[in-house]
């Protein structure tokens, strides 16, 4: 009972806070603010899952959202048939090539007992890369040089954005398991490394395959699962919508010139809230349906293994639990879900730019929303996202408020004042910083702790 009034009252006072935003800053700016904290908690629950259930430390958060992001590319941008007609071919020659080196690997591992089977596996590795490099490599050059400033890559499939989620989470989950079955088992520190590691090669190939992702050009103007503002500004049941709305105030103004170019601009601002607010209708529903599924499997024996697992792997192996087996299975489904929010992110951005994937946001920020939230908790885990999300935004406009009434009296041509608000973007760190100090000085096992079931 104690811990439910904890969870009312933390997302109460959050609730306040950014109702407050909408008030006295925007309801956009809200909107924006509630949307990137609802992908955040999607985040962190993958996170969550990694670390609070089974104390598996993934440092490669930022690969596998990387990953999901591309996946939209891949699913949504509609193909470009001139890079297929020069490269096309020569790309699936070498997806064939890689395919079978993959299948070759793991039957020679799994299915026989050569005594010289890795010598086997390291002919067959330095034969193969070499001959997908001779076919690929024509191949990229001439995709790479159809109309590079628009184009130069292959492009997708044209399907509806919202499958690409999924796609990033099936992609993810497969790299995950890669990753699983050479990097689980070792000590948790050295599974830290190298999931920063590896994650640093996939963003490096995100970035350099341009063939693929168009690379650092970035992909623009991709698909949404809700309307274009330009759409709706040309709607007439939205333009009807909005002056039902604010009928009140039009009805006020006699002159109809006026009237109009009221009602014009009431229905530019409403586009862009209505668009945010049907984003985030489908956040909230992916998160709660995410949140109903991970209760259940937390309080299940599943979960209660998990949890056991991660308190005494001694014990549960002397149970006869098979702990690197199970690690594997909640790091396939910690790091689907990352590539799931993966994809929500690009979507909700329009973009992609894989240069803007930095360890900082996308790894140590989650982490961090992870921690201060309270591992172990699904609800700590959503409350960090949006606690630490919103003191993120908020702390740049929250710093040049406090500057300015404290600073009143000086002069602005003051160079001490005009370096202090040349700096307001760093307080964000000086925030971030003091609260996780404050909490883990106070709150050491986070605002919401994990809860202790008994059974």
């Known amino acids: 009972m104690r811990n439910n009034l904890d969870i009312k009252i933390a997302f109460s006072i959050m609730a306040l806070l950014l109702i407050m935003v909408g008030f006295l800053q925007s309801w956009g700016v809200a909107l924006s603010i509630i949307n990137l904290c609802l992908i955040s908690a999607v985040m962190t629950m993958g996170v969550n899952m990694q670390w609070g259930y089974s104390g598996l430390i993934n440092f490669g958060v930022m690969g596998f959202l990387a990953i999901g992001g591309a996946a939209t ?5 509609p193909p470009v048939p001139e890079a297929w007609d020069a490269g096309g071919n020569g790309i699936i020659l070498s997806g064939i090539l890689l395919a079978i ?9 799994k299915k026989t007992k050569f005594k ?9 590795v330095i034969s193969i890369i070499p001959i997908m490099k001779i076919i690929a490599g024509p191949s990229i050059e001439a995709i790479e040089s159809i109309n590079s400033a628009t184009t130069g890559f292959l492009g997708g499939f044209n399907l509806p954005i919202i499958f690409s989620w999924f796609v990033g989470a099936i992609f993810a989950g497969m790299i995950a398991f890669v990753i699983g079955k050479v990097c689980l088992g070792l000590r948790s520190d050295y599974l830290a490394i190298a999931t920063l590691l590896i994650s640093g090669i996939v963003i490096s190939v995100v970035k350099h ?4 992702t168009r690379g650092v050009k970035n992909v623009i103007g991709l ?5 274009y503002e330009v759409n709706l500004q040309n709607s007439e049941w939205f333009i009807k919508l909005i002056e039902y709305l604010h009928s009140s105030k039009l009805s006020s103004i006699e002159i109809i010139e006026e009237r109009s170019a009221m009602l014009s601009d009431l229905v530019i601002s409403s586009s862009g809230v209505f668009v945010k607010l049907s984003f985030s209708l489908i956040f909230s529903i992916v998160l ?13 024996p599943w979960g209660r293994m998990m949890r056991a697992i991660r308190d005494n792997e001694d014990a549960a192996k002397a149970m006869g639990k098979n702990v690197v087996k199970r690690h594997l299975h909640i790091f396939i489904i910690g790091s689907a879900i990352i590539g799931f929010s993966g994809a929500m992110l690009v979507t909700y951005d329009g973009l992609f730019t894989p240069a803007s994937y930095q360890p900082l946001r996308y790894t140590f920020i989650i982490w961090v929303m992870v921690l201060l939230g309270g591992t172990g908790n699904n609800y700590g ?11 993120w935004i908020e702390s740049a406009p929250f710093a040049l408020f406090i500057i300015n009434i404290v600073l ?6 003051n160079e001490f004042k005009i370096h202090l608000i040349e700096s307001i973007p760093y307080f964000r760190y000086l925030m971030m910083g003091l609260g996780l100090l404050v909490v883990m000085r106070y709150r050491p096992k986070g605002l919401l702790p994990e809860k202790i079931i008994k059974n």
């Open 209 to 212: 395959e341009e063939w693929l």
């Open 288 to 300: 709660i349906t995410l949140l109903i599924f991970s209760e259940r499997a937390l309080k299940s």
């Open 408 to 413: 009143s009296h000086v002069d602005s041509g």
């Open 381 to 391: 885990a959503i409350l960090g996202a949006f606690v630490v999300w919103f003191i």
């Open 101 to 109: 080196l993959i299948y070759s690997i793991f039957f020679i591992h």
């Open 223 to 227: 698909k949404r699962p809700v309307p």
């Open 73 to 77: 590319i891949i699913v949504s941008v």
């Open 116 to 124: 010289f089977k890795n010598y086997i596996i390291f002919f067959l």
